[in-house]
C-alpha cells in the first residue's frame, strides 16, 4: 500500500469544525482514501472513504485534491465524544482472492477535543 | 452498519496456558476475516488473514503455531493463543471485510489478554 503522512497530533475546540490532513503523493490511480478512527481502548472504526470526488456521510467529510496527492477529513462540529486516533489509509480497488489483505495503519493523528 | 463482536472483551490467563478469543459477524456474512494486535501506544498491527474453510494467512514474523486461527463458519472466526506467555498480552482486534471493491472493513471492539 501507498504510504501516507499525518500530523502526530492536532487539537480543537468542542463544537468547532476540525480539518485533519493527510499527505499521499505515492497514491496510485485505483487507491481508495479511507479514514478510520479509534476511540480509546476500543477497536477502530470506519468514517468515511473516497476515490476523486468529496464525499460526505452523517459522521464526516472527505475532501480530496484534484491531483490525489492530499485528502482533508473535516468534522463539521467536533463533539468531545470525537477525540481519538484518526488513521488515513490508501487501499487499492479490487480483491486479490486471498492473501494478506488486511488494512497497515500508521501512527495516524490524535485528536485532542477541548471542551 | 455491520456489526462484528469479540468475546471474551478482557481475559486474564496464567503463563504456558491457551486462550481463545472469538470474533462474530453480528448481520452479515464474511468469507474473510482480519486479526490484529496493538501493543500500548502503538497502532495496530496486522497478524493475519483468515478465510473461511482454509488455512489462514500469517504475516511475517506471526507465529502460525502459537496464534491458530480457525473459521468454521461465515460468521465465525477464533484466535486461539496456546501457550501464552506475558510478552503475549495486548490488546487483540478482529475485523471483517465488506464488499470486495472498496473494501470497508468493520472491527471488533477487542480483545484484553493479560498474561501472568
Known amino acids: 500500500d501507498a504510504k501516507t503522512t499525518q500530523p502526530n497530533s492536532m487539537e480543537s475546540n468542542e463544537e468547532e469544525p476540525v480539518h485533519l490532513p493527510c499527505n499521499h503523493s505515492?497514491?496510485?490511480?485505483?487507491?481508495?482514501i479511507h479514514w478510520y478512527r479509534q476511540l480509546p481502548s476500543q477497536g477502530p472504526e470506519y468514517v468515511i472513504h473516497g476515490l476523486t470526488s468529496n464525499v460526505n456521510n452523517r459522521m464526516a467529510s472527505l475532501a480530496i485534491a484534484e491531483d490525489r496527492k492530499s485528502s482533508t477529513l473535516i468534522l463539521h462540529r467536533a463533539t468531545l465524544r470525537d477525540a481519538a486516533v484518526y488513521y488515513c489509509i490508501l487501499r487499492a480497488s479490487g480483491y486479490s482472492g486471498g492473501g494478506a489483505d488486511g488494512l497497515t495503519f500508521g501512527k495516524g493523528t490524535h485528536l485532542i477535543i477541548q471542551p | 452498519g455491520a456489526v462484528v463482536s469479540q468475546h471474551p472483551s478482557w481475559v486474564i490467563c496464567k503463563s504456558g496456558t491457551s486462550v481463545k478469543i472469538e470474533c462474530r459477524s453480528l448481520?452479515?456474512?464474511?468469507?474473510?476475516m482480519f486479526w490484529y494486535r496493538q501493543f500500548p501506544k502503538q497502532s495496530l498491527m496486522l497478524m493475519a488473514t483468515?478465510?473461511?474453510?482454509?488455512?489462514?494467512?500469517?504475516e511475517q514474523g506471526v507465529e502460525k503455531d502459537k496464534f491458530l486461527i480457525n473459521h468454521a463458519s461465515l460468521t465465525l472466526s477464533t484466535l486461539t493463543v496456546t501457550s501464552a506467555h506475558p510478552e503475549d498480552s495486548s490488546f487483540y482486534i478482529c475485523s471483517a471485510r465488506v464488499g470486495q471493491i472498496q473494501e470497508t472493513q468493520y472491527f471488533g471492539p477487542g480483545t484484553r489478554l493479560l498474561v501472568l
Open positions: 448481520d452479515f456474512q464474511a468469507t474473510t
Open positions: 505515492t497514491i496510485s490511480g485505483t487507491d481508495y
Open positions: 483468515s478465510n473461511e474453510g482454509s488455512k489462514a494467512t500469517y
